[in-house]
Structure formats: C-alpha cells, structure tokens
C-alpha cells in the first residue's frame, strides 16, 4: 500500500525524524526560504506514538536545531527537514521515493523496538553541547566550518565515550566542566591557527613583493641544496 | 629532477592515506606515531589546506557514539595525491641511491 500525503497550509517548519534505513539526507543548504508543509502519511509505521502523524508544532520546535545530516547505516538513524526550496511538488515526490525504499525493507530491519524517540536522543546533546557552540562564535565561519568543526566533532567523540563510562551525577557534572574547559582552550587554538596563517601569508606576500617570485623561488631552491649537501 | 614542492608532513599525511579513506582521528593518531603531535584545530587546517591543493577529499560521515550521532571527517586520497607523493618517493629515491652508490665508493 503506497502511503498517502496531504499538503496542509503553511504552519511551521518542521522536522521528521526516522528511524530507518533511509540513504535520502536534505542538506542543510537546500532548506532555506520555502514554504513550510504539513506531511500526513496514513498507513505508514512511524514510531511516533501519535497516530500515523507526524509530531504537533510543540514538539517539533524542539527539534527544530537538531543538527541535520543525521545518517547512520549501523543504526538506521536518519533524520532531515523537508520544507524547503522545493515545491511541495517536489517534497512530496521526494519524500514519497524515500519512504517507498523503506517501506521495501522488512519492519523488523527498519525500525528499532526500544521505544526511545530520536527527538530524546537528539536533545540528550543539546544541552551543554549546544553552550559549547557559544564559544566558536568569536571565529569567522570559514574557520569555524574548516578548522573548528572537525575537531569538535571529535571533542564530541571523545565527550559522549567519556560520559557512558561515568554515568553518575557527579562525574557527568565534572566531565562537562572537563571538556567545557578543551572546548575554550580548542577554540584558541582555532583562532590561534587561523591567525598563524593569516600571519604566515601575509609574511609571504611581503618577501615576494619585495624581492620577487623568482628570487623567492631561487632562494628555497638553494636552501634545499644547501641543506642536501649536508 | 625538481624539488617536490610537497612538505615532509604533507608525504607522511599523503602516506597514511594511501590504503584508502580514513578518519581524521587515525590521520592525527599517526602523525603523533611520526613524533608530530598537532592539535585537533592545527590538524583540520593543515587537512584544509591538502584540500585546498586538490591532494585529499574530506567529507564527513555520520556515526555512532553511546547512542548519539554524531559526524567524523574522513579524507580520501586524490589523483593528484597519489601522484604528489609518488613525486617525493621518487625524488628521494634517486638521490638517496645516488648517496650511498657514492658512500660505496
């Protein structure tokens, strides 16, 4: 049975979280600016207790800055925000395609039984993770997107492996202050690679203004073979 | 034959990727392993900037840790990669022969 999908009017954006094994993620880039639509699909074993429907606007606003690009084979985690610069045709087509490839697989390999909702995952990071983010607002966004990013990610890693191996009220208080503290000290050391860069480039745009390319070049080329004589 | 152009660190990173697509994480861990320890910030520049040159490809790629998703970059090697550090290989290759046919003598 195909699902079915009804377009409502524009109520808020919102965010559909399955857990499945989906491969369709919207990228964060294509979600700007469009209508917001409502999805209704009948006939369709979400795992969302209410109904066949999709979450009311309540409680979707909390997953509202959930991070998007959630993706995982392992665990069938998937999780997008539809409402976007395409036209509700187009959603509708898409969402229709995606669900159609999950509804291909057995039940029993597309969702999970343990009866937690993402929405409770997700937010289960959006507490001092989220204050996190306030310190990388000093950084301008290339930095941030190039340099910070990743090696939150990994701070991020290392935090959540940290934090199941003491679960206790104290020591989560003590690892968040812990990696509260690496994350300041990781956003130095972002600003600090930026501006070394920044410097580095600049020092190097002076000695070729001054002295010239070829001169520069010449100059590295006897450094090298000074240095392989040795 | 011209001096590579391509750093020391630059061969070694190029290096760790040549058996295929790897983490950020195991890039760093074997840096570290080559005496060269750079902080996570220090290491996704200097990443940034092997894909600024067109040696690596980064993406991130969604994983799993205790329950929560998170991302880790991974790099893959390019053609350009590849061919930048058979370069170096090279370079030092026939000048390190022709060092020792010299010390032979």
Redesign the interface.
Do not use: D, L
């Given at each position: 049975m195909n699902p079915r999908f009804k377009l409502g009017p524009a109520i808020d954006r919102k965010m559909l979280v399955i857990e499945a094994g989906c491969e369709y993620v919207l990228r964060p880039d294509r979600m700007l600016g469009a209508d917001d639509v409502e999805v209704r699909i009948d006939d369709f074993p979400f795992r969302n207790p209410k109904e066949d429907q999709l979450r009311t606007i309540s409680e979707l606003a909390v997953l509202q800055h959930a991070r998007i690009e959630l993706w995982d084979r392992h665990t069938r985690i998937c999780s997008w925000t539809y409402a976007e610069t395409d036209t509700p045709d187009a959603v509708e087509g898409w969402l229709r395609g995606t669900l159609l490839q999950l509804r291909s697989q057995p039940e029993s390999e597309a969702f999970s039984n343990d009866g937690s909702s993402i929405s409770d995952k997700q937010t289960a990071q959006h507490g001092i993770t989220r204050f996190w983010d306030l310190f990388s607002v000093i950084l301008p966004q290339s930095v941030r997107e190039r340099v910070y990013e990743p090696a939150r990610q990994e701070l991020l890693d290392d935090y959540l492996s940290v934090r199941g191996k003491f679960p206790t009220k104290w020591g989560t208080r003590w690892i968040n202050f812990a990696f509260t503290v690496r994350i300041a000290v990781m956003v130095a050391q972002s600003l600090r690679a930026w501006l070394g860069d920044k410097a580095l480039a600049w020092l190097w745009w002076l000695l070729i203004a001054v002295v010239g390319d070829g001169v520069v070049r010449g100059l590295r080329c006897l450094f090298f073979q000074f240095f392989g004589r040795l | 034959m011209p001096?590579p152009e391509t750093t020391h660190l630059q061969f070694l990173v190029l290096g760790a990727l040549l058996d295929g697509e790897q983490s950020?994480?195991y890039v760093r861990d074997k840096l570290a392993e080559a005496g060269h320890k750079k902080?996570?910030?220090?290491?996704?520049?200097f990443?940034?900037r092997l894909e600024d040159m067109g040696f690596v490809e980064?993406r991130?790629e969604?994983?799993?840790?205790?329950?929560?998703?998170?991302?880790?970059?991974v790099y893959t090697l390019t053609g350009d990669g590849v061919r930048a550090w058979e370069e170096v290989r090279d370079f030092y290759l026939v000048?390190s022969g022709r060092v020792l046919r010299r010390a032979g003598q």
């Open positions: - | 001096i950020g994480r902080s996570g910030p220090a290491f996704y520049q990443m940034a980064g991130y969604a994983k799993v840790v205790e329950g929560q998703p998170i991302k880790e970059r000048h």
